[in-house]
């Protein structure tokens, strides 16, 4: 009886993918939206009344039901990098020059697709199946998604042609059509909910939602840019690939086409800009990429974007408005800001009413002042900015803009900083940098203590509860109590993450303090050569700047703040306190340098290492570790059910080794 049940369920199954694929992928269905509906219902109802039968593909995910109690973090297998922007004709000649440098062909051929604006995910597929979603994140590390990933109806839940691979991803980019984004607006407005400023907004939020059928009452769709893994590393032309994912039940943009120069590219932007109002989702570019994928790693990538790509930006859209007032914002460094704060206005799709200013000398520079008209843009049809003053509609009454002659927050008198425009609060009892400094500090790149949001913060700050960062770890129930609005399971909360934060690794700590010009990826080159606090005290500023992608200001600036009495008292407390001031990993040794200059990939399953630990350890011998094998390939590292990688190697005369032979780097 199961058994007939069981291929009942896989017929409909079946069925309602085939029509899935007719409805949303090739827009010509077969059958009626109601007797869609009724297979959907007949597969549930012998779902609910048989569990154990239910496959991990059905297609009954996509409504949702499930709830992640929250959103593990997980690392991409392969970096989810950027792209770097172009902005104008030259621009896009430089990266088709650099190109045909790199490869020594002038002939080269070019993918041109829509930007979509929306969300990057990542997909895994496990012999066909859907197994995993993670978001873009930092391009390392994402957050799981899968349940929410699994209501998106223009994703296959299984790809047939795939089930005898491994392991296959996908990427792509969530969003929200217009139609749909206003629908859900309107339901917001007539339950009195905040509304959503713009549908990549509301589909980035849709992804992170706990409860999967929130996330498939928001109808998220997705369109496939990219495919990684054995199916992938047979086709050599990214538009083809693109064409073949198609015929595979994906979501693929129909604004693609191949080209080989800057004057095809720039008559493409007249044409899909013409168009670009008119089309159902948000776009904000065209993206360019070499179409034969076996140059990828001729070409090569720095450590934020691949090389062999760009994305061209679409002129900003501008739009006109009063300017009402100018506000300082303090930052956590002190630094003031000014920022513009106008009448309401509606641009590229959302409405906004305020732009930061940057520094000072901008307003003068632009003469900008209260109740003039200006022009505003949206930066990448992102970040809202004041473009430039219209001054024939100035009043002649108007003066000119003041600098600020006290903190809006202490009330002290603000520095001009030595070199820079910035003017600057050198209070370190300023409340709103103290804000802005635990918030940071708090931050999910950072230590990522949940539960420390801005109101909560300002709470702390106003009833002198934390007065630095140390005093985070010094937070107790008694003091929390204090606060408006909480409850036993909050404060246990709170301690428990703070508790938790202690293990962040020491590259996050020294990020986290808020040492000027020290950004996260900085923080891991400085931790990856100098692995203590110690260390880094005891290095000159000349060491510290040697540095492969240090300057001499970054390194100055840390030397500087490091000797600070305030930094080194705040270390020296956290050091009482448990968290990490050593790195786990050890730094690359004298001689450690012996695959400097190789080229190797690995592939395969391993029994005494994973792949990402053997990765790990080759780079640290100085190779540089790729996904691809070339002619350029020194070794290809070997484990079992290697794909079609070992195939491509001995066809190229690459050294195939095994996992033995990993033995010898590793230390004794």
């Given at each position: 009886m199961s058994e007939q049940i069981r291929r009942q369920m896989d017929r409909l199954i079946e069925q309602i993918e085939y029509h899935r694929v007719r409805y949303y992928n090739e827009h010509n269905p077969e059958i009626s939206d109601a007797e869609y509906?009724?297979?959907?219902?007949?597969?549930?109802?012998?779902?609910?009344?048989?569990?154990?039968?239910?496959?991990?593909?059905s297609p009954s995910f996509r409504v949702g039901g499930g709830v992640a109690k929250d959103h593990p973090q997980k690392e991409h297998a392969t970096p989810m990098l950027s792209l770097e922007n172009s902005y104008n004709s030259a621009d896009l000649a430089d990266y088709f020059e650099r190109c045909v440098a790199e490869v020594g062909d002038e002939t080269l051929r070019y993918s041109a697709e829509l930007k979509i604006d929306g969300v990057s995910l990542s997909l895994v597929y496990?012999?066909?199946?859907?197994?995993?979603?993670?978001t873009r994140g930092d391009g390392r590390v994402g957050e799981?998604?899968?349940?929410?990933?699994?209501?998106?109806?223009?994703?296959?839940?299984?790809?047939a042609a795939w089930k005898d691979i491994d392991r296959m991803e996908v990427r792509g980019e969530v969003y929200i059509d217009r139609d749909d984004f206003a629908q859900i607006n309107e339901k917001r407005a007539a339950a009195g909910l905040p509304l959503f400023a713009n549908p990549r907004n509301s589909a980035a939020g849709s992804m992170r939602l706990l409860d999967s059928r929130e996330a498939a009452a928001r109808h998220l769709r997705i369109f496939v840019f990219q495919a990684l893994g054995p199916w992938a590393q047979t086709i050599n032309s990214h538009i083809e690939a693109l064409k073949q994912l198609k015929e595979l039940g994906f979501t693929t943009n129909p604004h693609n086409t191949v080209i080989q120069n800057l004057a095809e590219l720039e008559r493409l932007i007249e044409d899909w800009?013409?168009?670009?109002?008119g089309l159902a989702y948000d776009t904000d570019g065209i993206v360019l990429k070499v179409d034969d994928t076996s140059f990828y790693e001729t070409i090569g990538y720095t450590s934020k974007f691949p090389k062999w790509a760009t994305a061209y930006k679409f002129p900003a859209e501008q739009a006109t408005t009063q300017l009402k007032e100018i506000t300082i914002q303090v930052g956590r460094t002190g630094v003031l800001t000014p920022v513009a704060n106008f009448?309401?206005?509606?641009?590229?799709?959302?409405?906004?009413?305020?732009?930061?200013?940057?520094?000072?000398?901008e307003i003068q520079k632009k003469d900008i002042r209260v109740g003039d008209w200006v022009f505003i843009e949206k930066g990448g049809d992102i970040i809202p900015k004041v473009v430039k003053?219209?001054?024939?509609?100035?009043?002649?009454?108007?003066?000119?803009?003041?600098?600020p002659d006290q903190c809006p927050s202490c009330g002290s008198e603000p520095q001009r900083v030595p070199g820079q425009v910035a003017l600057r609060c050198e209070n370190l009892a300023c409340p709103a940098q103290l804000e802005r400094r635990i918030m940071h500090f708090a931050s999910r790149n950072a230590m990522d203590i949940q539960g420390l949001g801005k109101e909560r913060v300002q709470q702390m700050v106003e009833q002198k509860l934390v007065t630095d960062l140390v005093s985070i770890y010094q937070l107790d129930e008694e003091k929390l109590w204090q606060l408006e609005r909480v409850g036993t399971k909050w404060i246990k909360n709170l301690l428990g993450e703070i508790e938790k934060s202690k293990t962040r690794?020491?590259?996050?700590?020294?990020?986290?303090?808020?040492?000027?010009?020290?950004?996260?990826k900085v923080a891991e080159l400085f931790v990856q050569r100098f692995p203590s606090y110690e260390a880094l005290l005891a290095a000159e500023v000349e060491e510290l700047a040697d540095l492969h992608g240090i300057g001499e200001k970054v390194a100055a600036s840390l030397h500087e703040h490091l000797r600070l009495p305030s930094y080194q008292e705040t270390f020296r407390q956290f050091g009482s306190m448990g968290l990490q001031l050593v790195a786990e990993h050890k730094p690359p040794q004298e001689g450690d340098d012996a695959l400097k200059g190789k080229?190797?990939?690995?592939?395969?399953?391993?029994?005494?290492?994973?792949?990402?630990?053997?990765t790990d350890l080759l780079k640290q011998r100085g190779a540089k570790v790729t996904s691809s094998v070339t002619s350029k390939t020194d070794f290809l590292v070997c484990g079992e059910k290697p794909g079609s990688k070992l195939a491509k190697a001995q066809s190229l005369e690459v050294t195939v080794v095994g996992e033995e032979w990993i033995a010898q780097w590793q230390n004794p």
């Open positions: 509906d009724a297979l959907e219902r007949e597969l549930k109802a012998l779902e609910a009344a048989n569990p154990k039968l239910v496959r991990p593909d496990l012999n066909g199946s859907l197994d995993s979603a993670v799981e998604v899968t349940l929410n990933a699994k209501t998106i109806r223009d994703l296959p839940l299984r790809v800009s013409a168009k670009r109002p009448e309401p206005v509606a641009l590229a799709g959302t409405t906004v009413s305020r732009a930061t200013l940057h520094n000072f000398d003053v219209i001054e024939s509609k100035r009043d002649r009454n108007s003066t000119a803009y003041a600098l690794p020491f590259a996050r700590v020294l990020f986290a303090v808020g040492i000027p010009m020290i950004g996260e080229t190797i990939v690995v592939t395969g399953t391993f029994n005494e290492l994973s792949r990402k630990e053997i």
